[in-house]
């Protein structure tokens, strides 16, 4: 009954994108899902945030640093 915009159907699709390439790449963050999609990162994070989907990327473990023994 109510109006819905464009943007937030549009908005619904590309979520379905941004889904797929973070199913395929689990460490890409905002960034690399923007260069991926070729669509801008404010995009990205504002369609993230509406639908509640986790984009953050995977941290890389540091190696221990071991002790010197003489």
Known sequence: MYLKSKQDLKDKEFAVKIQE???KHRGYGV????TELQAGKQRISRIAR?????????????????????
């Open 31 to 34: 960034t690399r899902i923007a």
């Open 21 to 23: 390439v973070k199913e």
């Open 50 to 70: 509406k639908l509640d989907l986790d984009i953050t990327p995977r941290r890389k473990k540091k190696p221990r640093k071991q002790e010197k023994v003489m």
